[in-house]
Protein backbone atom coordinates (compact mmCIF):
# COMPACT_ATOMS: atom_id res chain seq x y z
CA UNK A 1 0.00 0.00 0.00
CA UNK A 2 2.47 2.23 0.72
CA UNK A 3 3.11 6.00 1.91
CA UNK A 4 -0.04 6.67 -0.49
CA UNK A 5 -2.34 5.22 1.44
CA UNK A 6 -4.61 7.23 2.98
CA UNK A 7 -5.74 6.19 6.41
CA UNK A 8 -8.97 8.75 6.70
CA UNK A 9 -10.42 7.44 3.44
CA UNK A 10 -13.30 5.05 4.69
CA UNK A 11 -13.56 2.73 1.60
CA UNK A 12 -10.32 0.69 2.56
CA UNK A 13 -11.24 -0.02 5.90
CA UNK A 14 -14.61 -1.62 4.18
CA UNK A 15 -12.32 -3.28 1.75
CA UNK A 16 -9.65 -4.51 4.34
CA UNK A 17 -11.79 -5.20 7.03
CA UNK A 18 -14.98 -6.89 6.16
CA UNK A 19 -15.81 -8.80 9.33
CA UNK A 20 -15.49 -5.57 11.27
CA UNK A 21 -11.84 -6.20 13.74
CA UNK A 22 -12.27 -2.18 14.20
CA UNK A 23 -16.33 -2.53 15.34
CA UNK A 24 -14.72 -5.06 18.13
CA UNK A 25 -12.00 -2.73 19.26
CA UNK A 26 -14.53 -0.01 19.39
CA UNK A 27 -16.53 -2.47 21.04
CA UNK A 28 -13.58 -2.76 24.42
CA UNK A 29 -15.20 -0.39 26.89
CA UNK A 30 -18.52 -2.30 26.62
CA UNK A 31 -17.00 -5.68 26.36
CA UNK A 32 -14.60 -4.29 29.93
CA UNK A 33 -17.97 -3.88 31.56
CA UNK A 34 -19.66 -6.87 30.26
CA UNK A 35 -17.08 -9.04 31.81
CA UNK A 36 -16.80 -7.43 35.00
CA UNK A 37 -20.21 -8.33 35.64
CA UNK A 38 -19.90 -11.77 34.38
CA UNK A 39 -17.64 -12.16 36.90
CA UNK A 40 -18.52 -10.82 39.87
CA UNK A 41 -22.05 -12.51 39.41
CA UNK A 42 -20.04 -16.07 39.42
CA UNK A 43 -20.89 -17.88 42.94
CA UNK A 44 -17.52 -19.91 43.85
CA UNK A 45 -17.43 -22.44 46.37
CA UNK A 46 -16.25 -21.10 50.02
CA UNK A 47 -13.25 -24.00 50.06
CA UNK A 48 -12.17 -21.39 46.84
CA UNK A 49 -11.15 -18.66 49.36
CA UNK A 50 -8.40 -20.73 51.43
CA UNK A 51 -5.69 -20.97 48.13
CA UNK A 52 -2.64 -19.12 48.49
CA UNK A 53 -1.44 -19.82 44.95
CA UNK A 54 -3.06 -18.68 41.45
CA UNK A 55 -2.21 -20.31 38.18
CA UNK A 56 -3.42 -18.54 35.31
CA UNK A 57 -3.56 -21.32 32.17
CA UNK A 58 -3.48 -19.53 28.82
CA UNK A 59 -2.29 -19.24 25.36
CA UNK A 60 -1.77 -16.26 23.05
CA UNK A 61 -4.75 -13.57 23.73
CA UNK A 62 -5.49 -15.62 27.12
CA UNK A 63 -1.87 -15.46 28.06
CA UNK A 64 -1.76 -12.18 27.81
CA UNK A 65 -4.34 -11.68 30.35
CA UNK A 66 -2.78 -13.63 32.40
CA UNK A 67 0.65 -10.93 32.26
CA UNK A 68 -1.45 -8.20 32.87
CA UNK A 69 -3.01 -9.83 35.77
CA UNK A 70 0.41 -10.76 37.28
CA UNK A 71 1.87 -7.02 36.68
CA UNK A 72 -1.18 -5.43 38.63
CA UNK A 73 -1.61 -7.81 41.37
CA UNK A 74 2.43 -7.50 41.60
CA UNK A 75 2.10 -3.91 42.74
CA UNK A 76 -0.11 -5.23 45.78
CA UNK A 77 2.27 -5.08 48.94
CA UNK A 78 0.27 -8.81 49.86
CA UNK A 79 -1.32 -11.26 47.94
CA UNK A 80 -0.81 -14.75 46.70
CA UNK A 81 1.51 -16.24 44.27
CA UNK A 82 0.85 -15.33 40.70
CA UNK A 83 2.29 -17.44 38.15
CA UNK A 84 1.12 -17.34 34.09
CA UNK A 85 1.50 -21.26 32.64
CA UNK A 86 1.91 -21.68 28.94
CA UNK A 87 2.95 -24.96 28.59
CA UNK A 88 1.15 -28.71 28.60
CA UNK A 89 2.07 -29.20 32.36
CA UNK A 90 1.21 -27.21 35.12
CA UNK A 91 4.33 -25.89 37.70
CA UNK A 92 5.16 -28.79 40.48
CA UNK A 93 4.11 -26.73 43.68
CA UNK A 94 0.52 -26.51 41.84
CA UNK A 95 -1.65 -28.17 44.87
CA UNK A 96 -4.87 -28.27 47.07
CA UNK A 97 -4.14 -24.72 47.87
CA UNK A 98 -4.26 -23.21 44.63
CA UNK A 99 -6.75 -21.80 42.10
CA UNK A 100 -6.05 -23.07 38.40
CA UNK A 101 -7.87 -20.84 35.93
CA UNK A 102 -7.81 -22.72 32.52
CA UNK A 103 -8.90 -19.61 30.22
CA UNK A 104 -9.39 -20.22 26.44
CA UNK A 105 -11.62 -18.90 24.00
CA UNK A 106 -12.62 -21.69 21.71
CA UNK A 107 -12.21 -24.04 24.19
CA UNK A 108 -10.11 -26.22 22.48
CA UNK A 109 -6.37 -25.27 23.29
CA UNK A 110 -4.89 -28.37 23.77
CA UNK A 111 -1.95 -26.89 26.23
CA UNK A 112 -4.29 -25.41 28.30
CA UNK A 113 -6.87 -28.39 28.19
CA UNK A 114 -3.99 -30.89 29.36
CA UNK A 115 -3.41 -28.29 31.97
CA UNK A 116 -6.78 -28.13 33.37
CA UNK A 117 -6.78 -32.02 33.31
CA UNK A 118 -3.96 -31.64 35.35
CA UNK A 119 -5.55 -29.55 37.31
CA UNK A 120 -8.04 -31.35 38.70
CA UNK A 121 -5.40 -34.63 39.16
CA UNK A 122 -3.61 -32.21 41.67
CA UNK A 123 -7.24 -31.55 43.39
CA UNK A 124 -6.67 -28.12 42.41
CA UNK A 125 -9.15 -25.66 43.08
CA UNK A 126 -10.34 -24.57 39.45
CA UNK A 127 -12.14 -22.59 36.96
CA UNK A 128 -12.88 -22.31 33.46
CA UNK A 129 -13.09 -19.53 31.51
CA UNK A 130 -14.09 -20.01 27.84
CA UNK A 131 -16.90 -19.65 25.09
CA UNK A 132 -17.68 -23.62 24.75
CA UNK A 133 -15.45 -26.70 23.25
CA UNK A 134 -14.03 -28.91 25.12
CA UNK A 135 -13.05 -27.42 27.95
CA UNK A 136 -16.29 -25.85 28.26
CA UNK A 137 -17.94 -29.76 28.51
CA UNK A 138 -15.29 -31.20 30.35
CA UNK A 139 -15.65 -28.30 33.17
CA UNK A 140 -19.86 -29.01 33.35
CA UNK A 141 -19.09 -33.17 33.24
CA UNK A 142 -16.57 -32.52 36.32
CA UNK A 143 -18.68 -29.60 38.22
CA UNK A 144 -16.14 -27.07 37.77
CA UNK A 145 -17.59 -23.42 37.68
CA UNK A 146 -17.76 -22.00 34.69
CA UNK A 147 -17.33 -18.24 33.46
CA UNK A 148 -19.32 -18.39 29.35
CA UNK A 149 -17.32 -15.87 27.37
CA UNK A 150 -20.20 -13.81 26.56
CA UNK A 151 -18.86 -12.15 23.31
CA UNK A 152 -18.37 -12.92 19.44
CA UNK A 153 -14.72 -12.66 17.72
CA UNK A 154 -11.24 -13.34 18.01
CA UNK A 155 -9.20 -14.91 21.45
CA UNK A 156 -7.54 -11.47 21.31
CA UNK A 157 -10.75 -9.36 20.94
CA UNK A 158 -11.68 -10.69 23.75
CA UNK A 159 -9.50 -8.93 26.30
CA UNK A 160 -12.37 -8.03 28.59
CA UNK A 161 -13.10 -11.43 29.43
CA UNK A 162 -9.18 -13.02 29.09
CA UNK A 163 -7.92 -9.80 32.03
CA UNK A 164 -10.93 -8.36 33.83
CA UNK A 165 -12.92 -11.61 34.40
CA UNK A 166 -10.04 -13.35 36.43
CA UNK A 167 -9.22 -9.99 38.03
CA UNK A 168 -12.75 -9.66 38.81
CA UNK A 169 -12.94 -13.39 39.86
CA UNK A 170 -10.06 -12.86 42.36
CA UNK A 171 -11.55 -9.91 43.70
CA UNK A 172 -14.29 -11.73 45.03
CA UNK A 173 -12.22 -14.42 46.55
CA UNK A 174 -10.42 -11.67 48.79
CA UNK A 175 -7.31 -12.26 46.42
CA UNK A 176 -7.08 -9.03 45.02
CA UNK A 177 -8.20 -5.52 46.18
CA UNK A 178 -11.38 -3.53 45.12
CA UNK A 179 -11.37 -2.15 41.61
CA UNK A 180 -14.36 -0.39 41.39
CA UNK A 181 -13.27 2.85 41.31
CA UNK A 182 -10.17 1.98 38.81
CA UNK A 183 -12.78 0.26 36.63
CA UNK A 184 -15.02 3.10 36.01
CA UNK A 185 -12.21 5.39 35.28
CA UNK A 186 -10.64 2.87 32.95
CA UNK A 187 -14.24 2.84 30.94
CA UNK A 188 -14.37 6.62 30.83
CA UNK A 189 -10.46 6.56 29.39
CA UNK A 190 -11.73 3.73 26.91
CA UNK A 191 -13.91 5.89 25.15
CA UNK A 192 -11.56 8.88 25.13
CA UNK A 193 -9.48 6.47 23.60
CA UNK A 194 -11.63 5.43 20.81
CA UNK A 195 -13.25 9.09 19.74
CA UNK A 196 -9.46 9.71 19.56
CA UNK A 197 -8.02 7.10 18.02
CA UNK A 198 -11.07 5.85 16.07
CA UNK A 199 -11.14 5.58 12.40
CA UNK A 200 -12.99 8.76 11.73
CA UNK A 201 -10.63 10.92 13.55
CA UNK A 202 -8.28 12.16 11.03
CA UNK A 203 -4.64 11.46 11.04
CA UNK A 204 -3.84 15.01 11.98
CA UNK A 205 -4.33 14.73 15.86
CA UNK A 206 -4.34 10.90 15.80
CA UNK A 207 -1.89 9.34 17.70
CA UNK A 208 -2.46 5.69 16.81
CA UNK A 209 -2.43 6.27 13.01
CA UNK A 210 0.88 8.80 13.25
CA UNK A 211 2.76 5.70 15.08
CA UNK A 212 1.05 3.37 12.83
CA UNK A 213 3.18 5.40 9.92
CA UNK A 214 6.22 5.51 12.02
CA UNK A 215 6.29 1.77 12.25
CA UNK A 216 5.47 0.58 8.20
CA UNK A 217 8.09 -1.54 6.98
CA UNK A 218 9.99 -1.79 10.17
CA UNK A 219 10.78 -4.56 12.97
CA UNK A 220 9.12 -3.24 16.09
CA UNK A 221 10.05 -3.52 19.24
CA UNK A 222 8.32 -2.70 22.46
CA UNK A 223 10.04 -1.89 25.67
CA UNK A 224 8.15 -1.66 29.02
CA UNK A 225 8.59 -1.89 32.32
CA UNK A 226 6.88 -2.98 35.79
CA UNK A 227 3.59 -3.69 35.26
CA UNK A 228 3.55 -2.14 31.61
CA UNK A 229 5.52 -5.44 30.77
CA UNK A 230 2.45 -7.37 30.08
CA UNK A 231 0.77 -3.83 27.75
CA UNK A 232 4.35 -4.52 25.87
CA UNK A 233 3.95 -8.19 25.26
CA UNK A 234 0.42 -7.22 23.91
CA UNK A 235 1.80 -4.57 21.61
CA UNK A 236 4.13 -7.28 20.13
CA UNK A 237 0.88 -10.02 19.50
CA UNK A 238 -1.20 -7.50 18.02
CA UNK A 239 1.76 -6.48 15.44
CA UNK A 240 2.30 -9.99 15.11
CA UNK A 241 -1.86 -10.94 14.14
CA UNK A 242 -3.73 -8.12 13.01
CA UNK A 243 -0.54 -6.36 10.89
CA UNK A 244 1.06 -9.78 10.19
CA UNK A 245 4.43 -7.99 10.95
CA UNK A 246 7.55 -9.01 13.43
CA UNK A 247 7.94 -7.33 16.25
CA UNK A 248 8.83 -8.54 19.89
CA UNK A 249 9.02 -7.20 23.17
CA UNK A 250 11.23 -6.46 25.94
CA UNK A 251 11.59 -5.03 29.59
CA UNK A 252 13.16 -2.74 31.62
CA UNK A 253 15.36 -2.54 33.48
CA UNK A 254 16.45 -6.12 32.63
CA UNK A 255 17.64 -4.61 28.77
CA UNK A 256 19.72 -2.25 29.54
CA UNK A 257 22.14 -5.36 30.95
CA UNK A 258 22.00 -6.87 27.24
CA UNK A 259 20.17 -5.42 24.06
CA UNK A 260 21.37 -1.99 24.40
CA UNK A 261 24.91 -3.49 23.47
CA UNK A 262 22.93 -5.08 20.55
CA UNK A 263 21.88 -2.00 18.59
CA UNK A 264 25.24 -2.11 17.25
CA UNK A 265 25.32 -5.23 14.52
CA UNK A 266 24.05 -5.59 11.96
CA UNK A 267 24.49 -1.99 11.48
CA UNK A 268 21.87 -2.56 8.20
CA UNK A 269 19.29 -3.23 10.23
CA UNK A 270 19.24 -0.15 12.32
CA UNK A 271 17.10 2.14 10.05
CA UNK A 272 14.92 -0.98 9.47
CA UNK A 273 13.96 -1.41 13.37
CA UNK A 274 11.52 1.17 15.34
CA UNK A 275 11.65 1.05 19.27
CA UNK A 276 8.29 2.35 21.36
CA UNK A 277 9.25 2.88 24.94
CA UNK A 278 5.98 2.30 27.11
CA UNK A 279 6.43 4.75 29.87
CA UNK A 280 3.64 5.26 33.33
CA UNK A 281 4.60 8.34 36.30
CA UNK A 282 3.85 5.25 38.64
CA UNK A 283 7.23 3.49 37.90
CA UNK A 284 9.89 3.63 40.08
CA UNK A 285 12.52 6.93 39.72
CA UNK A 286 15.21 4.43 39.29
CA UNK A 287 13.24 2.86 36.21
CA UNK A 288 12.17 5.71 34.98
CA UNK A 289 15.66 7.16 34.90
CA UNK A 290 16.65 4.40 32.45
CA UNK A 291 14.25 5.97 29.68
CA UNK A 292 16.01 8.94 28.71
CA UNK A 293 19.55 7.14 28.46
CA UNK A 294 18.50 4.28 26.58
CA UNK A 295 16.98 6.46 24.22
CA UNK A 296 20.25 8.38 24.08
CA UNK A 297 21.59 5.05 23.16
CA UNK A 298 19.14 4.20 20.76
CA UNK A 299 20.04 7.73 18.88
CA UNK A 300 23.12 6.86 19.09
CA UNK A 301 22.81 4.05 16.84
CA UNK A 302 20.75 5.11 14.59
CA UNK A 303 17.16 3.56 15.62
CA UNK A 304 14.03 5.16 15.41
CA UNK A 305 12.10 5.29 18.55
CA UNK A 306 9.37 7.18 20.39
CA UNK A 307 8.34 7.72 23.78
CA UNK A 308 4.66 6.60 24.39
CA UNK A 309 3.71 8.24 27.78
CA UNK A 310 -0.01 6.13 29.23
CA UNK A 311 -2.56 8.15 30.32
CA UNK A 312 -4.57 7.44 33.14
CA UNK A 313 -4.39 7.82 36.89
CA UNK A 314 -5.06 4.31 38.30
CA UNK A 315 -3.16 1.16 37.18
CA UNK A 316 -5.86 -0.89 35.79
CA UNK A 317 -6.68 2.30 33.56
CA UNK A 318 -3.09 3.20 32.35
CA UNK A 319 -2.84 -0.65 31.40
CA UNK A 320 -6.14 -0.32 29.29
CA UNK A 321 -5.38 2.90 27.56
CA UNK A 322 -2.23 1.91 26.74
CA UNK A 323 -3.58 -1.52 25.44
CA UNK A 324 -6.04 0.21 23.29
CA UNK A 325 -3.47 2.39 21.90
CA UNK A 326 -1.17 -0.40 20.99
CA UNK A 327 -4.29 -2.18 19.22
CA UNK A 328 -5.38 0.12 17.43
CA UNK A 329 -1.91 1.03 15.80
CA UNK A 330 -1.55 -2.43 15.20
CA UNK A 331 -5.12 -1.81 13.21
CA UNK A 332 -3.77 1.05 11.03
CA UNK A 333 -0.37 -1.12 10.78
CA UNK A 334 -2.60 -3.80 8.81
CA UNK A 335 -3.92 -1.40 6.80
CA UNK A 336 -0.95 0.49 5.62
CA UNK A 337 0.45 -3.65 4.97
CA UNK A 338 -2.50 -3.59 2.63
CA UNK A 339 -3.84 -7.12 4.85
CA UNK A 340 -6.88 -7.98 6.71
CA UNK A 341 -6.12 -7.96 10.25
CA UNK A 342 -8.76 -10.56 11.61
CA UNK A 343 -7.80 -14.10 9.93
CA UNK A 344 -4.25 -15.65 11.23
CA UNK A 345 -3.90 -18.31 8.45
CA UNK A 346 -0.54 -19.44 9.60
CA UNK A 347 -1.77 -20.42 12.71
CA UNK A 348 -4.38 -22.16 11.12
CA UNK A 349 -2.00 -23.84 9.61
CA UNK A 350 0.22 -24.86 11.92
CA UNK A 351 -2.91 -26.24 14.24
CA UNK A 352 -3.78 -28.18 11.53
CA UNK A 353 -0.53 -30.04 10.60
CA UNK A 354 0.00 -30.80 14.47
CA UNK A 355 -4.00 -32.51 14.34
CA UNK A 356 -3.03 -34.07 10.97
CA UNK A 357 0.97 -34.85 10.48
CA UNK A 358 1.87 -35.24 6.84
Known sequence: MGCMTNLDDPSLYARLDPSGMGQRLASLPRQVRLAWRDARALSLPSSYRSVDKVVLVGMGGSGVGGDLLGDLLALEPAG????????????SWV?????????????????????????????????????????????????????????????????????????????????????????????????GVLRRYGPGQPAEGNEAKRLARDLEGRLVVVYGAGFLGGVA???????????????????????????????QFPRALAAGVFVVLLHSPLL?????????????????????????????????????????????????????????????????????RLSDPR
Open 95 to 191: DAKTLVIASSYSGNTEETLACFRDALGRSAKVVAVTAGGHLQQEAQSHGVPLLSINYQGEPRSALGFSFLAPLALLQGLGLAPDQAAALEEAIILLE
Open 284 to 352: GGRVSARYPITMELLQRAGVPHQLVKVEGVAPLAQVLGAIALGDWTSYYLAVLNGVDPAPVEAIEYLKG
Open 233 to 263: RRWKTQINENAKGWAFAEALPELNHNAILGY
Open 80 to 91: PVFAVCRDYRLP
